[in-house]
């Protein structure tokens, strides 16, 4: 069974920073992509960024600049770190994770429980 474990949600003032990290643990076979979306209410959840297991990186116009994604393949563990925060970036942040179980499994998506990041003005 896999599990993805997130932590680092919070409440800050706007410009301030926050680092969210997401664990993947379980049986796993190999990891390609992870990811960080986001859901703000009455919104429909976004991809905010995303990287492969080879370190390219994408994220949506709104945080270029300002996030940072990064993973620790050993660790099989992503990070956001967010700069510059604005109340706009209010949601509840998921992590994801494009993983196999075993080779002959066909890779899947799998998904933490969520971390609230709220940004006060």
């Known amino acids: 069974q896999v599990q993805l474990v997130e932590s680092g949600g919070g409440l800050v003032q706007a410009g301030g920073s926050l680092r969210l990290s997401c664990a993947a643990s379980g049986s796993i076979f190999s990891i390609n992509a992870m990811g960080w979306y986001r859901q703000a209410p009455g919104k429909q959840r976004e991809l905010v960024a995303a990287?492969?297991?080879?370190?390219?990186?994408n994220y949506v116009d709104s945080v270029k600049g300002r996030f940072t994604i990064s993973r620790d393949n050993a660790k099989n563990t992503v990070y956001l770190e967010m700069n510059s925060l604005k109340p706009e970036d209010t949601a509840v942040y998921y992590c994801n994770a494009k993983l196999r179980v075993r080779l002959t499994v066909p890779e899947a998506n799998y998904w933490g429980q969520g971390t609230q990041v709220t940004i006060s003005s």
């Open positions: 990287i492969t297991s080879g370190g390219t990186t």
